[in-house]
């Protein structure tokens, strides 16, 4: 089965730190991957996603592919308590044509 | 306004019923999914479609049931025979998944056994 993994956190940075978020997949043919950041109770929403190896930036978000690694992560700089969520990632599975995703990391920003 | 709206927002089911979830589209997105929140835990795809009267099981589809008649439209069904179906369930559209193509969710129904 095609995977994709995160560590489940909690991860705790303080107020205007960078927080760094990795996640690594099973699957060699994904051609693309996705950014969610998921409150509690609330469904997910779209941050951002990336399809071509290197960094992609968004404001405070940057997100980094190594496709030969097979790793994906999301830099979030100047973190806000309000960036305080769960970040799934997800990768295209291009056979059946659906996104796998992580079980999530959960970012705690102490203010 | 264009989204994706679920209903109803919470559910309860009682012993031996099938309940439908609903799910509508107005961002006249081809593809349709359904997905399974547990507490603390990802989404796992239950169903997927990527055009009108067809679907595909996703990696838990025991259970449930779709239809795809309107482009607009993918109810799912939660039969009695899935013995455990409390959790957060969520819907999702996208153009056809291509390289650049995200996936956006409804706001999600919370079903409960009574």
């Known amino acids: 089965q095609k995977e994709v993994e995160q560590n489940s956190g909690p991860l705790s940075v303080p107020e205007g730190a960078i927080a760094s978020l990795n996640c690594t997949y099973s699957?060699?043919?994904?051609?693309?991957f996705f950014w969610y950041r998921q409150y509690s109770g609330k469904s997910p929403e779209l941050i951002m996603f990336?399809?071509?190896?290197g960094d992609k930036e968004d404001g405070r978000f940057t997100a980094q592919l190594n496709k030969a690694s097979q790793y994906v992560s999301l830099l979030i700089r100047d973190s806000q308590p309000s960036d305080s969520a769960t970040y799934l990632c997800a990768g295209l599975d291009t056979g059946r044509r659906a996104l796998t995703f992580g079980s999530g990391t959960r970012l705690q920003v102490q203010p | 306004d264009g989204g994706i709206t679920q209903s109803p927002k919470y559910l309860f089911r009682k012993e031996g019923q099938n309940v439908t979830l609903s799910c509508e589209q107005n961002?006249?997105?081809?593809?349709m999914y359904w997905y399974r929140q547990d507490p603390g835990q990802g989404l796992r795809l239950i169903y997927y479609?990527?055009?009108?009267?067809?679907?595909q099981k996703g990696d838990i589809a025991e259970g449930y049931s779709v239809s795809r008649e309107k482009k607009e439209s993918f109810p799912l069904t939660v039969t009695s025979a899935q013995k455990n179906p409390t959790a957060f369930y969520l819907c999702?559209?996208?153009?056809?998944?291509?390289?650049?193509?995200?996936?956006?969710f409804g706001d999600g129904t919370r079903l409960s056994i009574l």
């Open positions: 961002l006249n997105h081809d593809a």
């Open positions: 990336i399809y071509s190896n």
């Open positions: 699957d060699r043919g994904s051609q693309s």
């Open positions: 479609s990527q055009i009108v009267n067809d679907f």
């Open positions: 999702a559209s996208s153009h056809p998944p291509e390289v650049r193509q995200p996936q956006h």
